[in-house]
């Protein structure tokens, strides 16, 4: 890996794994903009116009309209210590491997399931490749503005959006308000806040809803899905155990999971069941690499995007005949 690539894992790491510390998040953000692929040849263009937009919207408070894909467009609320809200601006397509490999593996017609939708980042991705997309995002305020930005590319009848969660059965459970793209399930047996949620002030909730838990195999029914991105701040056990049919039947071709230690931090347990469930059912465990390569992953993988791939061989063969740019 070269020094430019490690950059870029280092900073995704920090900001991923929640370090949150003022210096920490802009010292990631600045690293990851300077090292995403996407601005190589204009490095500090691209920080300027990150700054530009931090200021923007800290003067004016009017949300910016920021280019996505090859002619999508997202309704953006950059921080400057909110790496999650700002990210668009910071280099198209943001997550630059993990995206790239969606928008390389969908056809159209196929389906993508987003768990954890937000304000439609990967949504919009998807609906570019031409895919369904069935959305779930259950925090009030993220679904306001993943409507709002599906309205903005006139595809809401592309994208079915579910107010929901994903779980391991259906039924519903807190939620919390207030901390933006760190919102998060909450577990009904804490008996206070997580420790971690103490370390900065926009991890810090100010209050509650009540939403809605599905299952994806409810959801999904006897679907094929050939992409699913799980993004769901430490509650990925409950959403692969609710989808444990559509798994045993290969119905998925691959799974993006973010692997860190939310799981532990909002819930007390460790996220080894998540990856003991899709090892059960055939699935490899792959992280991509600075420079795209599919890295297979030990027992417990390391901190990052985790990409579960389906043991018939339906990815793999979209990959190679499609324009991925990293090695097949």
Same mark, same amino acid.
């Given at each position: 890996?070269?020094?430019?690539?490690?950059? @870029?894992?280092?900073?995704? +790491?920090?900001? &991923?794994? %929640?370090?949150?510390?003022? =210096?920490?998040? *802009?010292?990631? !953000? $600045?690293?990851?903009?300077?090292?995403?692929?996407?601005?190589?040849?204009?490095?500090?263009?691209?920080?300027?116009?990150?700054?530009?937009?931090?200021?923007?919207?800290?003067?004016?408070?009017?949300?910016? @309209?920021?280019?996505?894909? +090859?002619?999508? &467009?997202? %309704?953006?609320?950059?921080? =400057?210590?909110? *790496?999650?809200? !700002? $990210?668009?601006?910071?280099?198209?397509?943001?997550?630059?491997?993990?995206?790239?490999?969606?928008?390389?593996?969908?056809?159209?017609?196929?389906?993508?399931?987003?768990?954890?939708?937000?304000?439609?980042?990967?949504?919009?991705?998807?609906?570019?490749?031409?895919?369904?997309?069935?959305?779930?995002?259950?925090?009030?305020?993220?679904?306001?503005?993943?409507?709002?930005?599906?309205?903005?590319?006139?595809?809401?009848?592309?994208?079915?959006?579910?107010?929901?969660?994903?779980?391991?059965?259906?039924?519903?459970?807190?939620?919390?308000?207030?901390?933006?793209?760190?919102?998060?399930?909450?577990?009904?047996?804490?008996?206070?806040?997580?420790?971690?949620?103490?370390?900065?002030?926009?991890?810090?909730?100010?209050?509650?809803?009540?939403?809605?838990?599905?299952?994806?195999?409810?959801?999904?029914?006897?679907?094929?899905?050939?992409?699913?991105?799980?993004?769901?701040?430490?509650?990925?056990?409950?959403?692969?155990?609710?989808?444990?049919?559509?798994?045993?039947?290969?119905?998925?071709?691959?799974?993006?999971?973010?692997?860190?230690?939310?799981?532990?931090?909002?819930?007390?347990?460790?996220?080894?069941?998540?990856?003991?469930?899709?090892?059960?059912?055939?699935?490899?465990?792959?992280?991509?690499?600075?420079?795209?390569?599919?890295?297979?992953?030990?027992?417990?993988?390391?901190?990052?995007?985790?990409?579960?791939?389906?043991?018939?061989?339906?990815?793999?063969?979209?990959?190679?005949?499609?324009?991925?740019?990293?090695?097949?």
């Amino acid at each position: 890996m070269t020094h430019e690539q490690g950059g @870029l894992s280092r900073a995704r +790491r920090a900001v &991923r794994h %929640r370090t949150l510390t003022p =210096l920490a998040i *802009f010292s990631a !953000s $600045v690293t990851y903009i300077l090292r995403h692929p996407a601005n190589r040849a204009h490095r500090f263009q691209a920080l300027s116009h990150a700054a530009s937009a931090w200021w923007s919207y800290r003067r004016t408070g009017t949300p910016l @309209l920021v280019p996505i894909g +090859r002619h999508s &467009r997202i %309704r953006v609320r950059p921080r =400057l210590l909110s *790496f999650g809200e !700002s $990210v668009p601006t910071y280099g198209n397509p943001p997550d630059y491997w993990e995206t790239t490999l969606l928008t390389s593996v969908l056809r159209p017609g196929d389906v993508f399931v987003d768990v954890g939708a937000n304000s439609g980042i990967y949504t919009l991705l998807a609906v570019e490749c031409g895919a369904e997309v069935i959305a779930l995002e259950p925090g009030t305020a993220a679904r306001g503005l993943l409507l709002d930005n599906l309205r903005l590319n006139d595809c809401t009848d592309r994208v079915r959006v579910h107010a929901s969660a994903a779980g391991r059965q259906a039924g519903s459970t807190q939620f919390t308000l207030g901390t933006h793209v760190l919102n998060h399930i909450v577990d009904p047996s804490a008996a206070a806040p997580a420790p971690n949620d103490a370390l900065f002030p926009l991890a810090r909730p100010t209050g509650y809803e009540t939403v809605e838990v599905v299952t994806i195999d409810e959801l999904v029914g006897d679907r094929t899905i050939m992409a699913m991105k799980i993004d769901v701040e430490g509650f990925e056990q409950d959403v692969i155990e609710g989808a444990q049919r559509a798994l045993r039947e290969h119905r998925i071709g691959y799974l993006q999971i973010e692997s860190n230690d939310l799981s532990t931090t909002h819930f007390g347990r460790s996220a080894a069941p998540v990856w003991s469930i899709l090892r059960s059912s055939g699935y490899t465990l792959h992280q991509l690499d600075g420079n795209g390569a599919f890295i297979p992953q030990p027992e417990t993988p390391c901190t990052g995007e985790v990409i579960a791939v389906a043991p018939d061989g339906s990815f793999w063969s979209r990959l190679e005949t499609s324009r991925w740019p990293g090695p097949r």
